[in-house]
């Protein structure tokens, strides 16, 4: 029986023993399942001066166009020019059949030299019976008949001279002239096509392309900002000029063209459906790369702001009403939030006006692990240079046996 009693209290210690060595290994497990804080790429704001632009859409457009259409009817007897060549103001471009419109101008000249003989009688009669009412050889009555008659042959001859000239200027106009110089498009007609005064078609199309234009649409708030500034620069001594002009073309790659441009006039009508205003700037286009009709980007430069910060893109965080924020990581190294006011995006930056403080340490990288008062380490993506490592596990390579 005391043996019973011994083996029984050697289970007792024997279970007591092995709880004890459970709950130390579930504190050591415990211990070792706490997870590090969470490492994020942060930037430190500093504010700066920073340039203000404006992106706008536009379209290219000639700086002068000119559409050919015929003045009179007629046989297209010639094309005197070369499809997508240069054309010079006053150049002939096409000829129409002259062949009725010389005859109508040689019957008008005949009408005329008629009228000019009817009115010589006339004025030898009315001559003639001013020297004989005197002596009443002649009654009042036939003197002024005779005077009538003069002064008719006189209207006469004045209708007959307008009949010439409109005939002599529809004659010219058989020769189909460029009112500008410029680049001359495709014809819409060859020798032997009928045309008719005034048609609605054109013959062909004229435009000068240097300079050229490009109208861009701006919002009628953006515009009014920029004439503000524009005359606080005057009111403080500048020139008070329209900005230049920066032009970006898909067709290039969207690198921006060589050539700079500048403001020439803003429309006075605000659309009311969007807001929008157009404006015009001007370009010089010496290798006529911009086409009529291109649609291209416009950069427009629209101030500064002093004291403004660049904070880059992925750092900041729309709220479900739409406003913006920042993760920062406080001195004592946890992370909190800071709504902040957006001003533009320039590149991959937004500009900050409002809502950080210089030295402001930025989350960019990691911002999906934070969360409000946790703390976090951090890495200075400024100062961490930039390479690039080998895949984690990836077997070096050894140069082949061929390499030599």
């Given amino acids: 029986m ?14 007591v023993a092995l709880s004890g060595c459970d709950d130390t290994k579930a504190e050591t497990a415990g211990a070792a399942a706490a997870p590090p804080p969470p490492e994020v ?7 700066q001066t920073i340039g203000l632009t404006a992106e706008l ?3 290219v457009n000639a700086f002068k166009a000119a559409e050919i259409r015929p003045q009179v009817s007629g046989i297209i007897l010639e094309r005197n020019f070369e499809e997508g060549g240069l054309v010079q103001q006053g150049q002939q471009l096409y000829q129409i059949d002259p062949a009725l419109y010389r005859a109508a101008f040689n019957t008008a000249q005949a009408q005329l030299q008629s009228a000019e003989a009817s009115l010589r009688s006339a004025n030898l009669l009315a001559q003639r019976y001013k020297g004989l009412i005197s002596s009443r050889a002649v009654s009042q009555q036939e003197y002024d008949n005779a005077v009538a008659a003069r002064d008719q042959a006189a209207a006469a001859v004045a209708s007959a001279k307008a009949a010439v000239e409109t005939a002599q200027i529809n004659l010219n ?6 009112p500008i110089t410029g680049r001359i498009g495709k014809s819409s007609v060859t020798p032997g096509a009928l045309v008719t005064a005034n048609q609605a078609t054109p013959l062909a199309l004229v435009q000068q392309l240097d300079p050229i234009y490009v109208d861009l649409t701006q919002s009628s708030t953006d515009l009014l900002r920029l004439r503000q500034r524009m005359a606080a620069d005057k009111a403080a001594g500048g020139t008070g000029a329209a900005p230049s002009v920066e032009l970006l073309v898909e067709a290039l790659g969207q690198q921006p063209y060589p050539q700079k441009g500048e403001l020439q006039f803003a429309d ?17 286009n010496p290798d006529e790369q911009l086409l009529p009709g291109l649609f291209v980007r416009a950069r427009l430069q629209q101030g500064s702001l002093e004291n403004a910060f660049l904070v880059p ?6 709220n479900p009403d739409g406003s913006a924020m920042l993760w920062v990581v406080t001195p004592e190294g946890k992370a909190q939030t800071k ?3 957006l001003a533009q995006a320039l590149a991959d930056k937004w500009v900050v006006t409002a809502g950080v403080a210089a030295g402001d340490r930025a989350i960019v990288e990691g911002v999906i692990k934070v969360q409000p008062g946790a703390t976090v380490r951090t890495v200075d993506l400024a100062a961490t240079p930039a390479t690039t490592a080998p895949a984690a596990g990836a077997a070096p390579q050894t140069p082949s046996k061929d390499a030599n």
């Fill in 2 to 15: 005391f043996r019973h009693k011994s083996n029984i209290f050697m289970a007792l210690a024997l279970v």
């Fill in 41 to 47: 790429g942060i930037v430190v704001l500093q504010p």
């Fill in 57 to 59: 859409p536009g379209r």
């Fill in 173 to 178: 106009y058989t020769k189909v002239f460029s």
């Fill in 268 to 284: 006075v009508t605000v659309d009311p459906a969007t807001g929008n205003v157009q404006i015009r700037a001007q370009f010089p």
């Fill in 313 to 318: 893109q992925q750092a900041v965080v729309r």
């Fill in 339 to 341: 709504p902040v006011t």
